[in-house]
C-alpha cells in the first residue's frame, strides 16, 4: 500500500504563487507515475501535472503548461507542484495521485493511490 500526504495549501491573492508538496511512503517501489489533479467546487476531478519516476517526463494540462512545474525528489519520496501567476481559476483542492503504469496519465481513473487533497485559494 501507498500513502500519500499533501501539503502546502492556503490562500494567495491572483498572480502569486505557491508550491505544493506529496510526501510518499509504503510500497513506493510500486509507483511509477505521479501526478497532480485538482477538483474545483462544483466540478469534476481534472488533470493537472504528470510526472515519471525517473522525474525525465513530464506533461501538462494545457490550461496550466508555463505556470505550473512538476518536479520530484526521489531521495525524500516527494513530489512538488510549482504553481506561479496563479489565477482565481486555480482555485481547488488539489489531490497527489500514484500510479503503476508507466505512461503519464490524464485520466483519474488510471492511478491506483491518491492523497485527501489540499485546498488552494487565490483570490481576486
Known amino acids: 500500500q501507498v500513502q500519500l500526504v499533501e501539503s502546502g495549501g492556503g490562500l494567495v491573492q491572483a498572480g502569486g504563487s505557491l508550491r505544493l508538496s506529496c510526501a510518499a511512503s509504503g510500497a513506493i517501489f510500486s509507483m511509477n507515475t505521479m501526478a497532480w489533479f485538482r477538483r474545483a467546487p462544483g466540478n469534476s476531478r481534472e488533470f493537472v501535472a504528470a510526472?515519471?519516476?525517473?522525474?525525465?517526463?513530464?506533461f501538462y494540462a494545457d490550461a496550466v503548461k508555463g505556470r505550473f512545474t512538476i518536479s520530484g525528489d526521489n531521495a525524500k519520496n516527494t513530489v512538488y507542484l510549482q504553481m506561479n501567476s496563479l489565477e482565481t481559476a486555480d482555485t481547488a483542492v488539489y489531490f497527489c495521485?500514484?500510479?503503476?503504469?508507466?505512461?503519464?496519465?490524464?485520466?483519474?481513473?488510471?492511478?491506483?493511490?491518491w492523497g485527501q487533497g489540499t485546498l488552494v485559494t487565490v483570490s481576486s
Open positions: 510526472i515519471s519516476r525517473s522525474l525525465s517526463r513530464t
Open positions: 495521485a500514484a500510479a503503476r503504469s508507466y505512461n503519464l496519465m490524464s485520466n483519474d481513473y488510471a492511478y491506483d493511490w
